[in-house]
Each structure stands twice: as structure tokens, then as C-alpha cells.
């Protein structure tokens, strides 16, 4: 499994952090059209627990909307939970790779992501932000840590803040076979709600494609 390990900086944050690292098979291998299938009958499943939603019932007392109130910025897998399961808009297939982690921030409202092992360069360091530290995001977009985010870098770099996202170099691409897929915590969050997490992407995963391997850890 590829090498992660926290920063001192962590020591005092109370922030877990759960990685699940997944080698698929070659695409003929998948079974894309059960993976959908599924789903679509989770969306729905969870569409039919908010009848009459209302933001401020559901994410008033959200972790992570809260964390991310105190950087002054909107959680957005609260608006993409909006746009689906609320507002009925269709889900966004395209990569099934990155579809897993999507379908999990739908059904669970937490955060979560994909990056290509590949591309990954040494071991994987999760530490504080104490600055705006600029990197580069997906699609060229310029990015910064924060004080007090949850961030990881490699050998090369920033890959990912928790604020601000993840970097372009090591993002999940349409070739990636190899990759990891981060469950983001918050101050105080029980280790066993980031370990539930994984254990709902690794059957997300055997279902898309049960020859996968797997291998998964809690930080």
C-alpha cells in the first residue's frame, strides 16, 4: 500500500483521515452497467429520506459544513447532494473510477475524492496548513491551502487541500487503474465513521469490479 503518514501538526487536530488504495482490473473486466444500476437505486433510496427538505435541518449541524463555514467557504458536496438528490438532476456518469467516491459524498454527505497512485511521487504526508500555499488544481485552476486545513503532499508537491480540493498532477484520470480514494474527517469525528465510509467504497468497488484489490487504512 502506498506510504501515508501525518505530520506532527496533526498531533492535536482530532481530524481522522481514511484511504482506501484500489487496483482494478482492465475495463473489460468491469461490470459498469450493475455498478450504475446501483446507483441509481441508492439516489433514490436516499432521495426518499428528504421528502421536505430544508438546508438548515439537514446541514445546520453538518461537521463538515461547519468546518468549512470557518474558512468562510460552502461545503460542496452539500450542493452537489442539492443538485441530485434533491433537485432530481441526473447523476454525472462519465469515469466510473471517480464515479465510486461521488456516489458515496451523495449517499453519506461526506468527503471524499480520487487520485492516481501513478502519479503519486515518494510517500504521501498529511499535515496542517499554516499558509496560503498556492498548487495547482484540476483543469489548470490555481489553488491555495488554508490556516488549519486538513492537507496531503508528495515528493513533488501539494496534492490536496480539504478546503480547496485536489491538485491537477495526481487526479484521477480516464487511463487511471491504479488509485486511491481519501475519506476526509473533521475536528472530533469518531474513527469509526471514516472507517463505515470505507467499507461502503470497497462494496461500491466489488461491484463495479470484483477482481479490484484492495487495501485500506485509518490515519
Avoid at 495547482?136 to 490556516?147: A, D, I, S, V
Wanted: glycine share 10%.
Amino acid at each position: 500500500m502506498i506510504e501515508i503518514r501525518k505530520d506532527a501538526s496533526l498531533s492535536s487536530s482530532g481530524i481522522p483521515f481514511g484511504v482506501i488504495e484500489v487496483r482494478y482490473p482492465p475495463r473489460e473486466e468491469w461490470r459498469v452497467e450493475e455498478f450504475r444500476a446501483l446507483a441509481a437505486a441508492e439516489i433514490e433510496e436516499t432521495r426518499a429520506k428528504y421528502p421536505c427538505y430544508e438546508r438548515r435541518a439537514v446541514f445546520g449541524e453538518n461537521p463538515y459544513f461547519r468546518f468549512f463555514r470557518k474558512f468562510k467557504k460552502t461545503y460542496t458536496v452539500m450542493l452537489q447532494f442539492e443538485s441530485v438528490i434533491i433537485k432530481g438532476q441526473p447523476f454525472p456518469y462519465g469515469n466510473p473510477v471517480t464515479e465510486v467516491p461521488f456516489l458515496l459524498e451523495l449517499t453519506t454527505c461526506m468527503l471524499s475524492g480520487t487520485h492516481d497512485v501513478d502519479y503519486i511521487e515518494g510517500a504521501v504526508e498529511l499535515f496542517a496548513g499554516t499558509e496560503k500555499a498556492p498548487f495547482e488544481g484540476m483543469h489548470g485552476r490555481e489553488l491555495h491551502t488554508y490556516p488549519g486545513d486538513f492537507c496531503g503532499r508528495d515528493g513533488a508537491g501539494i496534492i490536496f487541500s480539504e478546503i480547496a480540493g485536489a491538485d491537477g498532477r495526481t487526479c484521477a484520470r480516464e487511463e487511471s487503474r491504479h488509485v486511491f480514494y481519501p475519506v476526509f474527517g473533521t475536528p472530533g469525528m469518531a474513527g469509526e465513521t471514516v472507517k463505515a465510509a470505507l467499507a461502503r467504497l470497497r462494496r461500491y468497488v466489488s461491484v463495479l469490479a470484483p477482481s479490484a484489490g484492495t487495501e485500506e487504512a485509518v490515519f
